[in-house]
């Protein structure tokens, strides 16, 4: 203790680029008080105030990290943006080019057990009714799945004005 405890002392009172900043680090990882392991770190960057480049000549070492730091910044502020503006319609893409209505033929009506409809259309979607109302189909007629609010969509045709709601099975 007394050791890491004398390094830590070492470190800040040396003059610039006496320790490495990789021995540094490690001897701030060693020290087991929180408090003093986050002064050790703090008192890096005075340590550590210039660095040497490949060609052996000192720079600060605030004007070679300040390009990568602005570069970061700006991805972290379009990065918040988009969260942001699609909060709470993560979930929704809704894709412009979807049609609002559908115009099918059934092929096939049946029921559930608790006398819900199922209907498949001869594209091979099917449907199943939410709730129990009553709705009047037939298999070869024309029917339109109209999209509605909040995901929903409902069942319909053009002869009649009733619609029940349903959900995609298929």
Known sequence: MKVILAALI??????????PLEQALELCRA????LRRLSCYDAIPAVTATTV???????????TAAAPAAAVAATNT????????DFGIEHRKVDEDAPDQLYLSVKEVRYSPRK????EFDNGQIWRQNGTDYYK?????QHYIKRGALN??????DINNRTIRVRREQ
């Open 53 to 63: 480049t490949p060609n052996n000549t000192a720079t600060p070492a605030t004007t």
């Open 78 to 85: 379009t990065v918040q943006k988009q969260p942001a503006a």
């Open 152 to 157: 929903s969509f409902f069942l319909g045709n």
């Open 10 to 19: 070492a470190v800040t009172s040396l003059p610039v680029a006496a320790i």
């Open 137 to 141: 189909i037939a298999a070869g007629e």
């Open 116 to 119: 819900e409809l199922i209907v």
């Open 31 to 34: 020290e087991q008080n929180a």
